[in-house]
Each structure stands twice: as structure tokens, then as C-alpha cells.
């Protein structure tokens, strides 16, 4: 089993930046690739970003490509993702999900087996 847990969300102006981060345990992320998902009230969970194992491979959303970046850190069993630019539209609670899949990182949701409990992050115009 592995246990998520999201942070550095909260309230932020438009052109603003956050941080989050997903810190795991339980078992090591290193055999997982991770994504980051977003779900804004009445809307289904959407793909923001994922990185596959060893960090050889990063795919993003159209909507937050060239804003968003997400990294790793394995030896702090830890997953980032950097938002820069942010606007309101990205208003949303964010979640961290780990897939236990060889080589890739999904974009659907329905692949990860594990989920954080979500930060909220929310962009005033």
C-alpha cells in the first residue's frame, strides 16, 4: 500500500505561483510512475501532468503546458509539481495518484491505484 499526501496548496492572485507536493510512504515511489489530477466543483478529475519511473519520461495537459512542472525526488519519496502563471481557470482541488506500471505515466485516472486526499488551490482574478 502506499499512502499520499498532498500540500502547499491555498489561495493565490492570477500570474502567481504554488508549489505541491505529494509526499508518500508506505512503500517506496520508485516503482511508480506518478500524475497530478485536477477536479473543479461539477466536473469530472482531469489530467494535469505525470512522470514516468526514474524520471525519464514527463507528459502534461494542453491547458497548463509551459506553466506546470513536475518533478521527483525518490530519495524523499516525493513528487512536485510547480505552477507558474497561475490562472483562474486552474482553480481546483489537486490530487496526486501513483501507477504501478513499468515504463510510461498515464493520463487517465482509472490507472492509478492510489490517491491522496487532495489540496485545494484556488486563483482570484
Known amino acids: 500500500q502506499v499512502q499520499l499526501v498532498e500540500s502547499g496548496g491555498g489561495l493565490v492572485q492570477a500570474g502567481g505561483s504554488l508549489r505541491l507536493s505529494c509526499a508518500a510512504s508506505?512503500?517506496?515511489?520508485?516503482?511508480?510512475?506518478m500524475g497530478w489530477f485536477r477536479q473543479a466543483p461539477g466536473k469530472e478529475r482531469e489530467f494535469v501532468a505525470s512522470?514516468?519511473?526514474?524520471?525519464?519520461?514527463?507528459y502534461y495537459a494542453d491547458s497548463v503546458k509551459g506553466r506546470f512542472t513536475i518533478s521527483r525526488d525518490d530519495a524523499k519519496n516525493t513528487v512536485y509539481l510547480q505552477m507558474n502563471s497561475l490562472k483562474p481557470e486552474d482553480t481546483a482541488v489537486y490530487y496526486c495518484?501513483?501507477?504501478?506500471?513499468?515504463?510510461?505515466?498515464?493520463?487517465?485516472?482509472?490507472?492509478?491505484?492510489?490517491w491522496g486526499q487532495g489540496t485545494q488551490v484556488t486563483v482570484s482574478s
Open positions: 508506505g512503500r517506496t515511489i520508485r516503482n511508480y510512475a
Open positions: 495518484g501513483a501507477d504501478q506500471v513499468p515504463v510510461g505515466a498515464s493520463s487517465t485516472p482509472d490507472r492509478y491505484g492510489y
Open positions: 512522470i514516468s519511473r526514474y524520471a525519464s519520461s514527463t
